[in-house]
């Protein structure tokens, strides 16, 4: 990689008591890239995570986003250096309507009427314009998981960082994510974790492999997921 | 086992269930397909009576349910793994099973030791918080929980969700086993085919509130099939 | 596009009601009627500045009381040693306001949780109350205003028309004052929810974590919205005082519950609701008590396990459900 890294992690580890679960992870994206995180459930991936989006301060190590260490900052100022983070579990303002959502994550960024036509723009793009006026908490899961993910490049973050975005969709819906996604790939760094392979084969080209809170592997996606290793801790004997 | 007549559910004003009946027997495990939105989960939700029936009827093991309270379904020996999980993440996982045992009809220490049994990845993390587990663990968890109330019939809302694939197969193995030790009967709202396949005696796709087809499970693990038989379904 | 003529139509319509019944109102009801409900506005504006900070904020403030008695106290003691109340007015929202923020820092910034935050609020209350209850001797004075411990300050000068400290305003024009603050305070929070900042501030309320992912700063979300939620307390502190007098009760745990109760019972969530709330309950505590065989509150706690039970999200939004469902009726089944 010739490009300048835009995120860029040494030796970052997170203990909770006596748990380590991520332990002295180096790790650098380039600007632009597009890395799938796979892992064991429990490799640290989520932590990981979240210590990038400043839910969790590390608890040594530095994290450098775009030449600011920003390991120990708060979420929201982290979001405005250009971060947005899908988490796991969807986090969206059920009591709200699907409008309301996305408008708030662009109004962050842009003024009221640039937020406006951002999230119209979205809701078209995301497909679902059809439930603007629906308040999220009605939505099935993967429709909420679709509208997380509306807010989180609602307002153009240069690194998105998406927590299982295709968990609960549909084969044809998963394809349409995937597709979503690269289109996303073109102009910001993405990192992706998921655990549904085929949705992986659909989008990676590199992929990092967590496993016991340490990268295991690192490259291509072929060559990762044929290797032994990856199989014996992660893939079992499926066929991907 | 589990006959379900006409059945209708709204949310708020939205209509979501619009008619749905089936039957399962004993030891069969049924599988649902579908879009999201089209109603996969209300339907559990409703079989389970956290959401109100508007018209129709649930009969299980020859009992009109249709009006019962969740707790006295639950006792009846209908357990149910909602999708998110839905752990205790402040009690260890030991305190997490303890409280599935509640309905058992058990002592709880048998209960715990069969469930460590079928789960032998729980066995390293008993002590841990439910909230310090990864997702997949969680997963692994809420089901074993459901477990150890030893009911007759499960309603589970993807199973999949967030789990390693080594794991998932892991899964279809410990399903296959309770099938067979237990006679479990299965209802599986379920988004990866390979899973569902492995494990549904028939398949069923749900469209805006009503079950429009049957599906040969086989198909499923056939791409060509999918594609042919189901594509725009799922 | 309806909906906004509807809102529209509504907006105007409680402007010009508002108006008209706060010249009304005094023309026709007897002076003790008019002072009874000026009272009982200052109190649904306390009650409004609790809908506000709980309602849209999220947060749960068991003490909203410390800035009401904050605010009365400030008014009169800034009235009685200026001799004239026009400079009181500002005092009595920016005391209670500034100590708002010293405590909404320690506690949005120490990252409280809703639990504790309900317990700090509280006990800052009572020990304002215990506070202010000790300050009977003649060395408790703050200029020519006397603190007068469990006695408060007897006399709270009225308003008077201003610059001019001698020129006592007449309760009927105190009461069109009273009807015009609350109408304006309501107006500024319709206003407030429907900025930038009002719609966060309920994102806020409806999930922090991702309001923070979004990178919107919550701690000086809440913080502001307590602050300006304990300077709409401090200004109906005032409208009381000059109404009826200060002193330490107006700390006391039957204002702090009172309030919690009125929003309860009007309507969480919503801005109508508490002020609707407020007054109604107010009227019948007041009839309860004319009767004699029953303690009011008792009844009060007795109204409010019921509305908890039976109408959960309190008295507007009930009546706005009847409302939309009769005119449904009227125009004949399903059309909107």
């Known amino acids: 990689m010739t490009v300048a890294p835009i995120l860029e992690i040494r030796k970052l580890t997170k203990r909770f008591g006596g748990v380590t679960a991520v332990d002295g992870v180096d790790f650098t994206l380039a600007d632009g890239e597009l890395r799938c995180l796979i892992g064991p459930n429990g490799a640290g991936k989520s932590t990981f995570f979240n210590c990038l989006s400043g839910q969790l301060a590390p608890t040594s190590g ?67 314009q059809s439930l603007a006026a629906h308040m999220v908490g009605e939505l099935a899961h993967g429709q909420r998981q679709l509208v997380e993910i509306g807010m989180v490049i609602a307002s153009d973050p240069r690194l998105i960082l998406l927590d299982e975005p295709a968990a609960g969709m549909s084969r044809d819906e ?38 016991q809170g340490r990268v295991l592997i690192e490259g291509e996606v072929d060559k990762v997921l044929a290797d032994a290793m990856v199989k014996d801790v992660y893939l079992g004997k499926q066929v991907v | 086992m589990l006959e379900v007549r006409d059945l209708k559910a709204n949310y708020g004003q939205i209509p979501i269930l619009d008619g749905i009946s089936m039957t399962i027997a004993e030891g069969n495990t049924v599988g649902v397909l579908g879009h999201n939105g089209m109603g996969k989960t209300t339907l559990l939700k409703t079989i389970m009576g956290l959401v109100r029936a508007t018209a129709g009827h649930v009969r299980y093991l020859g009992q009109d349910i249709t009006d019962k309270p969740v707790h006295e379904r639950n006792q009846m020996g209908i357990g149910y793994v909602p999708q998110g999980r839905a752990i205790f993440p402040s009690l260890s996982v030991r305190d997490n099973l303890r409280m599935g045992c509640a309905v058992a009809p058990v002592e709880e220490k048998a209960a715990l030791e069969q469930a460590l049994a079928t789960f032998p990845r729980l066995a390293p993390l008993y002590d841990r918080l439910g909230g310090t587990l990864s997702g997949g663990e969680q997963q692994l968890l809420a089901l074993a929980r459901c477990l150890c109330g030893m009911p007759k019939l499960i309603l589970l809302d993807e199973p999949t969700e967030g789990v390693q694939p080594s794991i998932i197969e892991e899964l279809i193995e410990i399903m296959r086993n309770l099938k067979q030790s237990r006679a479990l009967t299965v209802i599986l709202v379920e ?7 492995a494990l549904s005696n028939e398949v069923h796709v749900i469209q805006k509130g009503r079950l429009v087809r049957q599906v040969e499970p086989a198909h499923l693990s056939d791409p060509a099939m999918v594609d042919e038989f189901i594509g725009t379904f799922v | 596009m309806r909906a906004r003529r509807w809102r529209l139509i509504g907006f105007l319509a409680l402007l010009l009601g508002g108006v008209a019944f706060a010249f009304g109102f005094p023309a026709f009801a007897s002076l003790h009627a008019t002072i009874q409900l000026t009272n009982a506005l200052a109190l649904a504006l306390f009650a409004l500045s609790l809908a506000l900070v709980w309602g849209f904020g999220g947060i749960l403030c068991f003490g909203q009381a410390a800035f009401f008695g904050l605010g009365a106290y400030a008014y009169a003691i800034a009235a009685i040693n200026f001799g004239d109340t026009t400079f009181a007015w500002p005092t009595a929202i920016l005391v209670p306001a500034a100590f708002a923020a010293a405590l909404g820092y320690f506690m949005f910034y120490g990252r409280l949780s809703d639990v504790y935050l309900g317990v700090v609020t509280l006990t800052v209350t009572l020990i304002l109350f215990q506070l202010f209850n000790s300050t009977a001797g003649p060395e408790y004075r703050i200029g020519d205003a006397r603190l007068g411990g469990f006695n408060g300050i007897p006399s709270t000068p009225p308003l008077n028309v201003p610059f001019d400290g001698r020129a006592y305003l007449s309760p009927e024009s105190i009461f069109v004052i009273a009807v015009l603050v609350l109408l304006a305070a309501l107006f500024g929070c319709l206003w407030l929810l429907r900025t930038r900042f009002g719609r966060v501030l309920v994102s806020i309320r409806e999930n922090p974590l991702r309001a923070e992912l979004l990178g919107y700063d919550v701690r000086v979300h809440k913080l502001a919205a307590f602050t300006i939620g304990g300077g709409m307390a401090g200004l109906a502190g005032l409208l009381f005082a000059q109404n009826v007098l200060v002193n330490p009760a107006l700390f006391s745990l039957l204002y702090t519950a009172q309030v919690i109760i009125w929003v309860i019972v009007g309507g969480l969530g919503t801005l109508v609701g508490p002020i609707l709330g407020s007054i109604g309950l107010q009227y019948v505590m007041a009839w309860l008590g004319t009767l004699g065989w029953i303690n009011p509150n008792l009844a009060l706690g007795v109204i409010l396990v019921a509305f908890v039970l039976f109408v959960p999200r309190g008295l507007w939004p009930l009546l706005v459900k009847v409302v939309t469902h009769g005119r449904r009726l009227v125009r004949g089944n399903g059309t909107s």
């Open chain 1, 174 to 211: 998963v394809a349409r994510l995937a597709a979503l996604i690269s289109e996303i790939a073109r102009e910001r760094s993405l990192i992706v974790v998921d655990h549904d392979m085929r949705f992986i084969r659909m989008i990676a080209e590199t992929v990092t492999v967590f496993h």
């Open chain 2, 191 to 197: 988004q990866n085919l390979d899973f569902i396949a």
């Open chain 1, 62 to 128: 530095a994290v450098h986003l775009d030449g600011h260490d920003i390991s120990g900052w708060p979420s929201h100022a982290i979001a405005r250096l250009g971060v947005g983070i899908k988490t796991q579990v969807p986090s969206v303002f059920d009591g709200l309507e699907v409008r309301e959502n996305v408008w708030l994550a662009a109004r962050r960024r842009y003024n009221a009427r640039e937020a406006k036509e951002r999230c119209d723009e979205l809701l078209t793009r995301l497909n679902i």
